[in-house]
């Protein structure tokens, strides 16, 4: 079993920043591909950015150039940085983790509005 807690979300203005973190806990993290997904009000739930266990990265078209992930294994924490954050980023921002299968976590909300 993996266990996934994510924290770091809420209100932020346009244009403004939030920084998001994943705790994992219950198996290796270091080898497991992470990263995050998020799901508007009305929408399917969609891929944001996700980090192999090498450290390759890839992101959305729709983020790209404003949100950085990166991880630190001794930590067993993934972290989803978001600057220039727009209205269309308001959404529930879930984790993953890929070991066996998919683990998610419960998600934290982030609501960019003025």
């Known amino acids: 079993q993996v266990q996934l807690v994510e924290s770091g979300g809420g209100l932020v203005q346009p244009w403004g920043s939030l920084r998001l973190s994943c705790a994992a806990s219950?198996?290796?993290?270091?080898?497991?591909?992470t990263g995050w997904y998020r799901q508007a009000p009305g929408k399917e739930r969609e891929s944001v950015a996700r980090?192999?266990?090498?450290?390759?990265?890839n992101y959305a078209d729709s983020v790209k150039g404003r949100f950085t992930i990166s991880r630190d294994n001794a930590k067993n924490t993934v972290f989803l940085q978001m600057n220039s954050l727009k209205p269309e980023d308001t959404a529930v921002y879930f984790c993953?983790?890929?070991?066996?299968?998919?683990?998610w976590g419960q998600g934290t909300q982030v609501t960019v509005s003025s």
């Open positions: 219950g198996r290796d993290f270091s080898i497991m591909t």
């Open positions: 993953f983790g890929d070991y066996v299968r998919r683990y």
């Open positions: 980090i192999t266990s090498f450290g390759s990265t």
